[in-house]
T-cell receptor, first 111, second 112 residues
């Protein structure tokens, strides 16, 4: 099966700075890469996703980049705000129904 | 529009007891999933149902069974609970393969 590794496990940034979270995957057939945000005690929520035919996707302050050759994809959050503090999970899918999740990154934005 | 509804929110079981976690979605999604979330291990797929009438094993199916009752409902059953099944369980649904999930609010299960 697929193996997804996520780094770092914890990340602290000053408000207004950028945050970058990186994931690597093992299966070159993986073709869909979503990112989820989970606030404490809440359900994960999809924040952005990218498919293998695209190298970069942006949505306001959030962007995701994909390097298929190196088998890694990254989440970029610019102009961070305290409400961005949460745990972020990456995932990869090759069959469409079995998503393999990373172990999460706990992001703290310091006001 | 409630999205994905899970019940119960909390449950404590004794080892060997059985229970069923209920999940229902009102978004007319084809695919439904059950995940467990353990500290430091992310989310792991237990079972999924790609469409009404089908179910398949995920990464960690042992000790669980599922039923896709109709397009809206997908239940997860623990026949004989074990302490290793202490976890937070999330149900999710999606339009279909390779689309993002909508998650339920989760069930925190403790097996003593």
């Amino acid at each position: 099966g697929e193996n997804v590794e996520q780094h770092p496990s914890t990340l602290s940034v000053q408000e207004g700075d950028s945050a970058v979270i990186k994931c690597t995957y093992s299966d070159s057939a993986s073709n869909y890469f979503p990112w989820y945000k989970q606030e404490l005690g809440k359900r994960p929520q999809l924040i952005i996703d990218i498919r293998s035919n695209v190298g970069e996707k942006k949505d306001q302050r959030i962007a995701v980049t994909l390097n298929k050759t190196a088998k890694h994809f990254s989440l970029h959050i610019t102009e961070t705000q305290p409400e961005d503090s949460a745990v972020y999970f990456c995932a990869a899918s090759n069959t469409g129904n079995q998503f393999y999740f990373g172990t999460g990154t706990s992001l703290t934005v310091i006001p | 529009n409630a999205g994905v509804t899970q019940t119960p929110k909390f449950q404590v079981l004794k080892t060997g007891q059985s229970m069923t976690l209920q999940c229902a979605q009102d978004m007319n999604h084809n695919s439904m999933y059950w995940y467990r979330q353990d500290p430091g291990m992310g989310l792991r797929l237990i079972y999924y149902s790609a469409s009404e009438g089908t179910t398949d094993k995920g990464e960690v199916p042992n000790g669980y069974n599922v039923s896709r009752l109709n397009k809206r409902e997908f239940s997860l059953r623990l026949e004989s609970a074990a302490p290793s099944q202490t976890s937070v369980y999330f149900c999710a649904s999606s339009v279909g393969a390779n689309y993002g999930y909508t998650f339920g609010s989760g069930t925190r299960l403790t097996v003593v």
